[in-house]
């Protein structure tokens, strides 16, 4: 069991370090209600894009045309592939 929660703390990390600075904010975001906008299966299927996806999620960051965390929910509840 201990093996199980070091191996989901150092993915976090991971997942954490491998997504561009502008959409790391996205992560910790809070819905009104207290809750976490994005949930983990979500921060999974940004992990597993590819780099330069990932790079593209970045830039429409920076240029405010993903304007939040709840924009890049819905872009991702839509399943569509990576490429």
């Known amino acids: 069991m201990t093996a199980i929660l070091i191996a989901c703390a150092v993915a976090a990390?991971?997942?954490t370090e491998s997504l561009p600075e502008p959409v790391r904010p996205f992560l910790s975001a809070k819905a009104k209600d207290g809750t976490?906008?994005?949930?983990?299966?979500?921060?999974?299927?940004?992990?597993?894009?590819?780099?330069?996806?990932?790079?593209?999620?970045?830039?429409?960051?920076?240029?405010?045309?993903?304007?939040s965390a709840d924009h890049l929910r819905i872009?991702?509840?839509?399943?569509?592939?990576p490429q």
């Open 13 to 15: 990390a991971t997942t």
């Open 75 to 81: 872009l991702l509840s839509l399943d569509l592939p």
């Open 36 to 67: 976490k906008v994005l949930s983990d299966k979500d921060v999974e299927k940004l992990a597993q894009m590819p780099e330069r996806t990932r790079q593209l999620l970045g830039a429409a960051v920076e240029s405010v045309i993903l304007g």
